[in-house]
């Protein structure tokens, strides 16, 4: 099994991945602009479970996610570096990792780069990833395996939610 390990921008806060995401995108939504600061975000999205916090403590923010549901983004309680978020859809059952905040951030190409139609205009699509102006099927992008694992959480999500 893979391990990455990751952390904050001040070294306060480490953390360790196990395994392989299920899926990654970069993401150029105006929302995750204004949330990051930044042009796009790239998130490595992985069952909670895989995740080890081994040093330092988060803090947690609450903004509103595309779905108007509450996107929870944890921050390192020292510098306040976001290194993965909780999102509606699945809860604290599944995380996405700021995959900038990883050791080795170049480990996790996306799988696809999402909502192109807000992206900067002088921003240049990277070749041999697919790119979509919104969103897409996970379905028509992800290898069957990883499809499973996802829909696996969206049910426990659901059995959660009753």
């Known amino acids: 099994m893979q391990i990455h390990e990751g952390g904050c921008g001040c070294g306060a806060l480490r953390y360790r991945l196990s395994g392989e995401p299920i899926f990654v995108n970069n993401c150029h939504c105006t929302q995750c602009q ?18 080890q916090l081994l040093t330092g403590a988060v ?6 996610a595309g779905s108007g549901g509450p996107h929870t983004i944890c921050r390192c309680a020292v510098c306040g570096v976001a290194v993965w978020s909780y999102y509606p859809r699945l809860g604290r059952l599944g ?51 990883r499809v499973a694992r996802l829909l696996a959480l969206v049910a426990r999500r659901q059995a959660e939610q009753g």
């Open 95 to 145: 995380m996405g990792i700021r995959v900038g905040a990883l050791d080795n951030p170049g480990a996790f190409r996306p799988d696809a780069v999402i909502f192109t139609s807000e992206a900067m205009p002088w921003v240049a699509l990277p070749e041999g990833i697919p790119h979509f102006e919104k969103t897409y099927d996970f379905r028509s992008v992800l290898p069957p395996e």
């Open 59 to 64: 803090t947690e923010h609450v903004v509103r």
């Open 34 to 51: 204004h949330q990051t600061g930044s042009t796009s975000v790239v998130n490595a999205f992985i069952e909670s479970e895989r995740v």
